[in-house]
């Protein structure tokens, strides 16, 4: 009876171990209290929820119900009251028991091998350099005089860490017979402990260090080219400090090297980029331009000669590239000149032709060929003493900053026509470009020499002309170097060196110290703060050269300086060499208040936000 009424109910239930089918009764027996579902139906001495007494079956009340229960089931009463195991059950227990041992197994061997796996990476693998703090400094001993200071950073060993590269002048024999110049050593440092990878001795002062690939490609191997103060141009494996070729000066027996070395396109065709060299004669008007083969050092055909004439500094000479691919060489006295590389190259190689790629003209440029010397562009003749490549904004081209004894002046490269002038007195030093406003066009770092002692620091906006920021220090230092950061917001970090200021204090502005004027710090300027100065550094030593690097795989910059100490009578100048990582710095300097601001701005909030501070490749290049 109680089957037919669970049946006829369709009550959802547990499934009854004798009859394969959901027991309403049970399942209610096993949800809710025994006191509210307790059923008892019985009929014949009959069953008691829904289960009959031991050893007793229930009476069938139809003769459907005697031929269902006549039916064979797989699940039967026993002898002794118990169900009985339905078919297969011992074998699908005994292997479900089995299954679960071998994934368990699996499960705690695939772990294990990973743990070793793990073990032998951290322990065999080697970890890329940590350069954490990147901060030494290097004594290479005394240097024996030399006016010039060049210094180059590449990365020489692949170890992802550029390396410093510089010369200096050993000894001056002037006594030893034909010889009249002194000697100079050509060394390379470790990017990662100052350590000395290699040296080289050279036969002359070294003007310039350029380190490049010639051949296209990540895979060529980079090459230094050394330019000298007289006639030696070399190249240098930069890997292994050999050289590869060196000019012959009897090419330049008329004159000697008036600039660094400049590379051109690839001239002969033979993969690999080619060079051109500018000699000065013994008289100022005789400028010869002298092609160079990139790959073995030999020359391109004859020298070419110019005679111009002009008062000042030697510019140039430098190559630009218009936006249609002509090609032109900047140069002058006092003066910038311009002269197509296809003139040079149809002299040197004495024909009528040139290669394809030299063909090219720029409209703008040849209007303003000067009528007496076709060959010659006239570009801007007032003053000038510097010239600079300038990245224009969303253009492939460049704009030219000259800086003249007048002030500053920006011309577009595509007509040369003036973008803005400032007139600004005593500017001697290259401005030093990056990006200290929203516009994403490059901005200058001017530095002005402020009355005796004193040294005024500017920016001007490279949109406009105009003066963003300013402010005089003190500084006994005539020429020092400074430089600048790109970071990852597109914002320029500006580094120069002034003598000390104070701390901020919290009543006061900045004071200026009371320090020796042989003491000088390194500052740093962020665009953020404009009223705050960060001292990362300082040097008793005159800073000659200095030079910033990117750091790629820790989003770091470094600061590498070149300084001599205190000379006497006597006693040659120590040279000494100091890498120093920004981000570390950055934490570790002192906070120089220019001026309040309103809201003050707290120790703890700077350094929350120098600590975010990471630094990339600048997409420039000048």
Request: hydrophobic share 40%; with cysteine; net charge negative.
């Amino acid at each position: 009876m109680a089957t037919v009424l669970s049946r006829a109910l369709k009550l959802p239930g547990k499934k009854s171990p004798d009859l394969g089918e959901y027991d309403p009764l049970t399942q209610a027996d096993s949800d809710e209290s025994e006191d509210d579902l307790v059923i008892n139906l019985q009929k014949n001495g009959g069953v008691k929820n829904g289960k009959s007494p031991l050893g007793e079956m229930p009476e069938p009340d139809s003769d459907a119900e005697v031929a269902e229960d006549a039916k064979p089931h797989l699940s039967e009463v026993t002898t002794e009251g118990y169900p009985s195991e339905p078919l297969g059950g011992l074998e699908q227990k005994a292997s479900s028991s089995l299954v679960s041992y071998v994934r368990t197994s699996v499960f705690l061997l695939t772990l294990g091998i990973s743990m070793i796996l793990v073990l032998l990476c951290a322990f065999l693998i080697p970890c890329p350099p940590r350069d954490l703090h990147s901060t030494w400094s290097r004594h290479l001993g005394s240097q024996g005089g030399g006016d010039l200071s060049p210094l180059e950073l590449a990365d020489v060993n692949g170890d992802g860490l550029r390396d410093v590269l510089l010369s200096f002048v050993m000894s001056r024999n002037g006594s030893a017979v034909g010889v009249s110049r002194p000697a100079a050593n050509l060394v390379c440092l470790s990017g990662m402990n100052g350590s000395t990878l290699w040296s080289s001795r050279l036969p002359e002062e070294v003007r310039d260090i350029t380190c490049l690939k010639l051949i296209p490609g990540s895979l060529a191997e980079t090459v230094c080219l050394v330019t000298g103060t007289h006639k030696m141009l070399s190249a240098f494996n930069a890997t292994s400090g050999k050289a590869i070729w060196t000019l012959n000066p009897n090419y330049l027996s008329n004159g000697t090297l008036a600039a660094p070395v400049v590379v051109l396109p690839d001239l002969d065709e033979d993969g690999v980029r080619d060079l051109v060299v500018l000699a000065i004669g013994e008289l100022q008007p005789d400028l010869c331009f002298l092609l160079v083969s990139g790959r073995t050092g030999s020359p391109l055909g004859r020298p070419v000669k110019y005679n111009i004439v002009g008062v000042g500094n030697l510019i140039g000479p430098q190559v630009y590239i218009t936006t249609n691919g002509a090609v032109y060489i900047l140069f002058g006295f006092g003066n910038i000149q311009a002269v197509a590389l296809r003139d040079i190259f149809v002299q040197a190689q004495n024909r009528d032709s040139s290669p394809p790629s030299l063909q090219i003209e720029e409209p703008e440029w040849e209007k303003r060929r000067s009528i007496n010397l076709s060959e010659l562009i006239d570009v801007y003749s007032d003053g000038v003493e510097l010239l600079q490549m300038v990245k224009a904004p969303d253009s492939n081209c460049s704009n030219l900053l000259i800086t003249t004894r007048q002030g500053l002046v920006l011309l577009r490269g595509q007509n040369l026509t003036p973008y803005w002038t400032l007139s600004l007195q005593g500017l001697h030093s290259q401005p030093t470009p990056g990006y200290f406003t929203d516009d994403q066009t490059l901005d200058f770092l001017l530095q002005i020499q402020d009355g005796v002692g004193m040294k005024k620091m500017m920016i001007v906006d490279g949109d406009s002309g105009s003066v963003i920021w300013s402010y005089s220090a003190p500084c006994h230092m005539k020429e020092t170097p400074a430089t600048s950061a790109v970071t990852s917001d597109q914002k320029s970090v500006f580094l120069f060196w002034a003598e000390g200021l104070s701390p901020a204090s919290p009543n006061s502005g900045i004071i200026l110290g009371t320090e020796p004027p042989s003491l000088h710090h390194l500052y740093l300027l962020h665009p953020t703060f404009p009223s705050i100065l960060l001292d990362l550094a300082n040097t008793t030593g005159t800073v000659t050269a200095s030079e910033v690097g990117i750091n790629d795989l820790w989003k770091d910059a470094f600061y590498v300086t070149r300084t001599t100490g205190p000379s006497s009578e006597g006693h040659p100048a120590a040279l000494v060499v100091s890498k120093l990582s920004l981000r570390w710095a950055l934490m570790e300097g002192q906070m120089a208040q220019l001026q309040e601001s309103t809201p003050k701005i707290g120790r703890g909030e700077l350094r929350r936000f120098l600590s975010r501070i990471k630094f990339v490749e600048a997409p420039y290049e000048i």
